[in-house]
């Protein structure tokens, strides 16, 4: 019997592929909403981030989120991004 595969992702900061568990995974719905989805299920485009908080930074500042959504994020949206991986960072 061959080992179960593991689900590969990459992230957007530091671009290493890990598996999918290790990440955090934020979403773009189907209606527009950007959240950061904790069961890594939920219906949507998504882009993955290591728990370091560099990575997260980096993604933003180099635009690569919104690129990886496929939609422009405005100020407060990418605030409560960063407030909600903050609070995934510490579960």
Do not use: H, W
Not at 18 to 46: C, M
Not at 54 to 80: G, Q, V, W, Y
């Amino acid at each position: 019997m061959s080992p179960k595969k593991i689900p590969q992702r990459m992230c957007l900061g530091c671009k290493q592929m890990k598996p999918k568990k290790e990440l955090i995974r934020v979403v773009r719905a189907p209606d527009g909403s950007i959240f950061v989805d904790l069961t890594g299920k939920k219906s949507g485009r998504g882009a993955y981030f290591c728990r370091d908080p560099k990575c997260f930074d980096k993604a933003l500042n180099e635009d690569r989120l919104s690129k990886a959504l496929d939609c422009s994020i405005d100020k407060d949206t990418i605030e409560r991004l960063k407030e909600e991986v903050i609070k995934s960072e510490a579960l």
